[in-house]
């Protein structure tokens, strides 16, 4: 799920982190609410080429779709480069996003963008467990077994490097598939702090202070390579994990209209399931974490839970919650699809944020599932990722109104061209300029939560929302 780098800002990002991936893009919206700043086209377009961004949607569907493909190739990595590769410098540049002051907590762990809110909520940072590096290379997008190998020949030299990590190679033909025609993706969790995160700790934590371990449980069905080596075919949201590895009738269809030679994957049978390897958490780094709070006197928290979608509803109701206390003359639920979330303007605008892994029709489900279970929004508006194709499990624009419209009052998109989707690109753009357009109202941001009144909320309802929450 990559978005192309055609209009990338020349980030120092160091070698081998992607200007764009869900995690590059939770951590700079995450800072920017803690500078109190606004977050723009993603936290990566330069500001003089929005112009240009905003005329892609007059080029042809088929144009559109090599620009994901070549752009998102430009930022892959030689792979002769992976013995180069040091997942310390990633996690360098997070800690140097963020504003080097005191913190009464931090968030570790799984990436996640309701987790972005949450940290803006407590005026907290989040530091991310999981990394994408993309390496680039040609393949057609159903060769599964020749990803296998060419990955089994490629990773020692940067599992080598990188003795600290765990590496999920994914490999999604539905959702991916523009990109992973150019492009592997090797997803890496870190297995241990690092010096860069345990100095961030020292520096911005006093003794007791508190960090709390984001774990989402959610698995996949992997394949084993070699040590600390796995592939995973296909990622959350339009298919099932069986459905990747045993077909169906979705996945031949899928695979008829996109002219495949197929109507099924060729891929090994599964040897075991791991944490998934974009949002899942390798519990290897909880270790490490007892270990820092063991040896520093911070308190440890965990929070878990087995969908990263699961967190949504928690978080949503806590700023809800929040709301309370302000007169306000509307209820207003801002849906936020994958990478585009914008913490700034969710405050400013008085909404009760709610995050979407994607947009699929799971993702619809699960907001369904979360307004059943709420008091009524009046006013319901979301954003919406258009990835570039008509991948298999998509929710269409009618089922996406259709849940919109359970609000009292109003209800519609912010920056999303209902015509062009999935292949509205200067949807990454429009979000940002149409949210304070379609939302008029305007409010002070409110003081970050105290920890002491999460931590006792988040202990007495918790299981309310299938969430673990644990004083280690």
Known sequence: MRLSRLFADE?????????????????????????GEQFPRLGMIHPKLTPLAKRVNGLSRETRAKIYTTGGANEGIDPDDLGEIDVERFREWV???????????VIIGSSNGAAVHLAALLGVPFL????LLPIRRSMGADEIRDDIEWGAEHAPDFLEANPDVSLAQMHDPNQDRLMVRKLAYFRVKSQILGEAYEEFLDTVLEPGGTVISLECEYDWPVIDVGDRHTFQLGGCGGLAPEEYYEGSEQVADFLRLQGAD???WDVPDPDRRVPEAEWGFDPALREDLERIADKREYQLRRLAFDDPRELSPFVA??????????????????VQSFALVEPWWTLRTGSVPY??????????????????????????????????????????????????????DEHGFVGVDETEFPYDVESQVRYHDDLPEEID?????????????????????APEYGLEWETE
Not at 95 to 105: I, K, L, S, W
Not at 317 to 334: G, I, K, N, P, T
């Open 11 to 35: 980030e120092s990002t160091p070698h081998g982190l992607p200007n764009f991936d869900s995690t590059t893009v939770f951590v700079r919206a995450a800072a920017s609410s803690l500078r």
């Open 95 to 105: 800690v140097d996003q963020y504003p080097e002051r005191g913190y009464p907590a």
């Open 128 to 131: 991310p467990q999981t990394f």
């Open 262 to 264: 197929r109507r099924e």
């Open 317 to 334: 109701d806590r700023y809800r919650e929040r709301y309370e206390a302000r007169d306000r003359s509307v209820d207003r639920l801002l």
């Open 355 to 408: 995050w979407t892994a994607f947009n699929t029709r799971s993702d619809v489900e699960y907001l369904e599932e979360y307004l059943d279970d709420s008091d009524p929004y009046d006013e319901i508006r979301s954003t919406l990722f258009s990835h570039g194709m008509e991948s298999a499990g998509l929710a269409s624009i009618a089922e996406w109104k259709e849940v919109l419209s359970r609000a009292r």
């Open 441 to 461: 109202a305007r409010h002070p941001h409110p003081p970050s939560m105290a920890l002491d009144r999460f931590e006792s909320i988040a202990e007495d309802v």
